[in-house]
T-cell receptor, first 113, second 118 residues
Framework: GNSVTQMEGPVTLSEEAFLTINCTYTATGYPSLFWYVQYPGEGLQLLLKATKADDKGSNKGFEATYRKETTSFHLEKGSVQVSDSAVYFCALALNTGFQKLVFGTGTRLLVSP | DTGVSQDPRHKITKRGQNVTFRCDPISEHNRLYWYRQTLGQGPEFLTYFQNEAQLEKSRLLSDRFSAERPKGSFSTLEIQRTEQGDSAMYLC????????????????FGAGSRLTVL
């Protein structure tokens, strides 16, 4: 079946530290990959995406590269801010006619000043 | 446009009662999705509409659950005879039509309706 595994949290960092949140996937076929972010009291927001192997998604200083050989889509940011504190979800969707997302369990990021 | 709206934001009910959640999608979006998120887990797909047609339902959607989108605009999710295991955040999302690989049909999520069954 299709599944996403991401590192457990919380991840606790100081402001300006480097961030990596690991995500690996299992899928039949060639999925599109996503990172969503959920701030307290708000809906899930798409952070970035990649639709084929070797694509790099980027947004707001965050990056992730679709690695088919390692079935991974790790999220990175060079210098985190307190405002980045949130829960981050890795997800996949098969390239069918509609977007049926399969999510990981989420990783909480806590950034302290 | 104010995005995807969900109502109520929080519902507390007693076991055995019926509850209904409403979702108002972005007006020009043809597709509407319901997901369920339990504590400490990622969202799980429940069902999907294109216009008024319900095109796919997850096995998670037992007979006690029913979703409708009668005019292809807003949608309702009803849970009958609620159980404590139904306690969760129910998320609605909408998107335009388009293939996933094109990146055109990105989902926009609402803030969710949290259900607590006592």
């Amino acid at each position: 079946g299709n599944s996403v595994t991401q590192m457990e949290g919380p991840v606790t960092l100081s402001e300006e530290a480097f961030l990596t949140i690991n995500c690996t996937y299992t899928a039949t076929g060639y999925p599109s990959l996503f990172w969503y972010v959920q701030y307290p009291g708000e809906g899930l927001q798409l952070l970035l995406k990649a639709t084929k192997a070797d694509d790099k998604g980027s947004n707001k200083g965050f990056e992730a590269t679709y690695r088919k050989e390692t079935t991974s889509f790790h999220l990175e940011k060079g210098s985190v801010q307190v405002s980045d504190s949130a829960v981050y979800f890795c997800a996949l969707a098969l390239n069918t006619g509609f977007q049926k997302l399969v999510f990981g369990t989420g990783t909480r990021l806590l950034v302290s000043p | 446009d104010t995005g995807v709206s969900q109502d109520p934001r929080h519902k507390i009910t007693k076991r055995g009662q019926n509850v209904t959640f409403r979702c108002d999608p972005i007006s020009e979006h043809n597709r509407l999705y319901w997901y369920r998120q339990t504590l400490g887990q990622g969202p799980e797909f429940l069902t999907y509409f294109q216009n008024e047609a319900q095109l796919e339902k997850s096995r998670l959607l037992s007979d006690r659950f029913s979703a409708e989108r009668p005019k292809g605009s807003f949608s309702t999710l009803e849970i009958q005879r609620t159980e404590q295991g139904d306690s969760a955040m129910y998320l609605c999302a909408s998107s335009p039509v388009g293939r996933v690989v094109s990146g055109a049909n990105v989902l926009t999520f609402g803030a969710g309706s949290r259900l607590t069954v006592l």
